[in-house]
């Protein structure tokens, strides 16, 4: 889906735009035709050359460009893409484009453009939850602009909380959604995924090696395209991104998961590796080791 299509992505002038290249980078390499504008912001942070070098798309970040402009530039910069991702978006960029300013290149193209919109926020947690930003936040997603929250972490002033730009992949996931013309957009997928564990005392389980990778690339593909997935996944189940996750342990847990939440659903899959077999009974404790042969 992403391979193919053509993203447009407006760089913000905050210290995420570093990770906005590498991100930039991925989506390119996985396919998609990138072109790129930078805010005069994002121009203190990273260079014009060095995301060319890496991107292998040349920026463009002036408005009143009189070659580019020669053509209205900025109106078929905002026709030419099929979405259009802002990353980092820092507050400030946020406010100026919920309020329609077109100051620059980059708020222009997204005055002008028609395709959608994926916003990827990056900034203080205390800008983050500030009133204001809500208010800018909630303005865009009216419009039907999509919203990447950020993630909580550790951020670049040293702080912690919420406020470092989202991962790669709840990034790429947003880019598949806007894309995605599916007709699996509003079905309700169920999907069990990874092994489960029998306990053999409170120490030992009966297992497999089983990852879960398939049932969470399914389910990443089928959120992708704008399915309401959920995972229902064993110990240590690979983490899909844009699915509700329900965690089980044993095959017994996983049925009765299966059964609550297959109800209603359009699509079920069962990816999961469940275990052929459970000790009669768990022992409390740890059994000691003997030497003779044991049933369990």
């Keep these: 889906m992403i391979a193919g299509s053509r ?24 396919g998609a035709e990138v072109e790129v504008v930078m805010t005069q912001a994002a121009k203190r942070f990273m260079t014009p050359l060095a995301v ?32 259009v991702l802002v990353m980092p978006a820092t507050a400030d960029l946020i406010a100026r ?7 620059e290149l980059a708020t222009a193209v997204l005055l002008a453009t028609r395709a959608p919109v994926v916003v990827v ?3 203080n947690t205390a800008m983050w939850e500030h009133p204001a930003t809500r208010r800018n936040l ?9 919203i990447v929250p950020p993630e909580a972490g550790e ?6 909380g919420e406020g470092r730009m989202a991962s790669l992949g709840a990034v790429r996931l947003a ?41 969470a690339m399914i389910a990443e593909q089928a959120a992708g395209r704008g399915a309401e997935v959920i995972c229902i996944a064993g110990p240590g189940a690979a983490t ?27 699509v079920f899959v069962a990816a999961a590796a469940v275990s052929d077999y459970r000790p009669l009974a768990p022992l409390a404790g740890k059994r000691k080791r003997v030497h003779e042969a044991e049933l369990i």
């Excluded at 002038?13 to 980078?25: F, K, N, P, S, W």
Aim: charged share 25%.
């Design 7 to 30: 993203i447009l992505i407006a760089i913000g002038g905050g210290i995420a735009a570093l990770r906005a290249v590498e991100y930039a980078r991925a989506l390119a390499r996985e």
């Design 52 to 83: 060319q070098a890496l991107v292998g798309a040349e920026p463009r970040s002036e408005l009143f460009d009189p070659q580019a402009e020669r053509a209205m530039g900025h109106i078929a910069l905002a026709r030419w893409p099929d979405a």
């Design 97 to 103: 484009t919920a309020h329609g300013l077109a100051d």
């Design 121 to 123: 926020p990056a900034m």
């Design 138 to 146: 909630a303005e865009l997603q009216a419009r039907g602009v999509s």
């Design 155 to 160: 951020l670049a002033c040293g702080e912690v």
């Design 175 to 215: 880019v598949m959604r806007a894309l995605s013309q599916s007709p699996l957009a509003g079905t309700r997928w169920v999907i069990t995924t990874g092994r489960t564990e029998e306990p053999w005392d409170e120490v030992r389980v009966l297992t497999n090696r089983a990852t879960g990778r398939m049932g």
């Design 240 to 266: 899909p991104h844009g699915a509700k996750v329900v965690s089980v342990r044993t095959a017994r847990e996983m049925h009765r998961a299966a059964l609550e939440h297959a109800r209603g659903a359009d």
